[in-house]
């Protein structure tokens, strides 16, 4: 399977959800893809509850969360 580089479709822009990271084009937060998948909703569930999303979106919110937990490491 070929990586997949988030930052083609995660964007931080401060004037959306607060400079949270969000999917391009839409205000769905990593964070809330992130929360959605610990609660149990699998990928499918995601996709007909938020028809905006793709199945690469949800990957990327997965690829980011770990690159951003080292950035935040490195900074403390």
């Known amino acids: 399977m070929e990586a997949l580089d988030y930052r083609q479709i ?3 822009d401060p ?3 607060f400079g949270k990271p969000c999917v ?3 205000r769905i937060t990593v964070f ?3 929360s959605w998948l ?3 909703m699998s990928h ?3 996709l007909a509850e ?3 999303l793709k199945e690469d979106d949800i990957r990327a919110c ?3 969360a770990p690159e951003r937990e080292q950035t935040l490491k490195r900074a403390t």
């Open 38 to 40: 610990a609660a149990g």
């Open 32 to 34: 809330d893809v992130l």
């Open 62 to 64: 997965l690829a980011f």
């Open 24 to 26: 391009r084009g839409t």
């Open 44 to 46: 499918a569930e995601i």
């Open 15 to 17: 004037e959306r959800r």
């Open 10 to 12: 995660i964007t931080i």
């Open 50 to 52: 938020y028809p905006q």
